[in-house]
């Protein structure tokens, strides 16, 4: 039987008429009310404080419920897409690029709108469930472990079957989330 229990939502800030768009989330029970419960300090925050500095309430809307979590997953990512971040020219405050990264197109590629917000919750998503495997092992994770255990191994001209978890256990580590066990191959996760 498949969970349906999720929903997607958008925050959107009255103080313009209609009223816009900020923010679009997936979520269960109350999470589409909970940013305006516990403002935090990001963008989206920021924002809901200018919007409650105003005199003004956050409009939260349901936008689809009754859906599983990759239906939930899938529609999200489409909609952060359409409507972009706020880092590529974009209306919402979501933080789905990376810091450190660069919008920039290479040269004499064509970049759609909504591609690089498409990619950046892939790769949190891939980078989740990294962490996900590396903590449930404690002696760590070979790079060939997480590829093969995870499904990201190619079968393209044999050698370079393993690079995109290289660069995902890369991109960890630089952020801090994982560290070489003792000087080892194996991977550890950082708890934070």
Do not use: C
């Not at 994770?141 to 190619?154: H, K, P, T, W, Y």
């Amino acid at each position: 039987m498949t969970d349906t229990a999720y929903y997607i939502y958008a925050l959107k800030d009255p103080r313009q008429s209609p009223a816009r768009p900020f923010y679009i989330g997936k979520g269960t029970g109350t999470r589409a009310w909970d940013h305006v419960a516990r403002v935090d300090e990001t963008r989206k925050g920021k924002r809901i404080q200018k919007i409650h500095a105003a005199g003004h309430d956050v409009v939260t809307s349901l936008l689809a419920d009754g859906l599983s979590e990759i239906q939930a997953l899938k529609l999200e990512a489409e909609l952060i897409s359409a409507f972009g971040t706020e880092s590529t020219g974009g209306l919402l405050t979501n933080s789905v690029i990376p810091s450190g990264t660069t919008t920039v197109a290479p040269k004499g590629v064509v970049l759609p709108t909504g591609v690089r917000e498409k990619a950046q919750l892939g790769l949190a998503f891939l980078k989740e469930a990294i962490l996900e495997l590396a903590q449930a092992n404690p002696n760590g994770v070979l790079n060939s472990e997480a590829a093969r255990a995870l499904g990201l191994q190619s079968d393209y001209l044999g050698g370079s079957k393993d690079y995109l978890s290289w660069s995902l256990l890369g991109l960890l580590m630089r952020d801090g989330r994982m560290k070489r066990k003792d000087g080892s191959r194996r991977h550890v996760a950082q708890v934070k």
